[in-house]
């Protein structure tokens, strides 16, 4: 038989406040979204024909929307071929529209570790949800830094373990969505940041936030958890039909989404700065 105690709290005193609890839980607590990186950018106040750098630009859509609400100056670095080829060609296609963006956006391969810019000539350095794929965290925050003029900055967004990750979990999901476990401390990414001379201006913990905000506004977090418990529910038939490799992909991001909606991985906003004298 269960603990006495258990049972009267449980089915006695919370079930009394169940329906009220809900009813609360109901309400949301009006999380912040990713447009908060944008807001965070904005008040830096770079003048138009900033020089930004995107590292790990992915498709460029971010690159595109900086030139596009800033009038920066933006050029979006990426490793893999294909991203950088299919923002080349999202480019043109906005550049129909708007002409300017031809001179003001530009795309090429490059990685974190080693920027394809020369030293002390990026005001902003944007870098959105990469590092935790980087092999060298602190060649590439010496890279920022070397690349930054004095005073410039640097704007990141990423994802971190927390205390509530179990380490099997861990050892699993990490290395499958190619993550590098060491960069998943926050403490650690700190220390390499600090270790190259650039300065903390900034942290922005919001845990669980974007996580809510996109059950809120697109039930992405559901979807998600619905899409994992259908892998789970029968992983041969989606390995016979895709493979073992995208099955565990797939599984991978499910899960990257829920855990981070329930508090397992937490994701944080950086503004750092390079010191005002070379």
Excluded at 60 to 74: K, M, P
Aim: proline share 5%.
């Amino acid at each position: 038989m269960a603990d006495e105690a258990f049972l009267s709290r449980s089915y006695e005193a919370f079930a009394e406040i169940e329906e009220e609890f809900k009813d609360v839980l109901d309400q949301s607590l009006d999380p912040r979204g990713p447009d908060l990186l944008y807001d965070v950018a904005a008040e830096l106040a770079l003048v138009p024909g900033a020089s930004v750098l995107d590292v790990g630009c992915g498709e460029g859509r971010h690159t595109l929307e900086l030139a596009r609400r800033f009038g920066w100056q933006v050029r979006g670095v990426d490793p893999v071929k294909r991203h950088v080829e299919l923002a080349v060609q999202d480019l043109a296609h906005h550049a129909n529209d708007n002409p300017a963006f031809q001179s003001a956006v530009t795309f090429e391969l490059g990685t974190a570790e080693d920027l394809p810019s020369l030293a002390a000539a990026v005001d902003l350095i944007w870098c959105r949800d990469v590092l935790v794929h980087v092999e060298d965290l602190a060649a590439a925050f010496a890279e920022f830094r070397r690349v930054l003029v004095p005073g410039g900055q640097v704007l990141i967004y990423q994802m971190f373990c927390t205390d509530r990750m179990e380490p099997n979990e861990a050892s699993w999901l990490l290395p499958t969505m190619g993550c590098v476990p060491a960069n998943m401390d926050p403490e650690r990414a700190e220390a390499a940041m600090r270790r190259v001379g650039l300065r903390i201006d900034q942290r922005i913990v919001l845990g669980t936030e974007w996580g809510q905000y996109g059950q809120e506004h697109t039930g992405k977090g559901a979807r998600n958890l619905l899409h994992a418990a259908r892998l789970l529910h029968e992983p041969d038939r989606y390995i016979r039909s895709f493979g073992q490799d995208n099955y565990d992909i797939a599984l991978g991001d499910c899960l990257w989404h829920v855990y981070r909606l329930i508090g397992k991985l937490s994701d944080r906003i950086y503004l750092l700065s390079a010191p005002a004298e070379a």
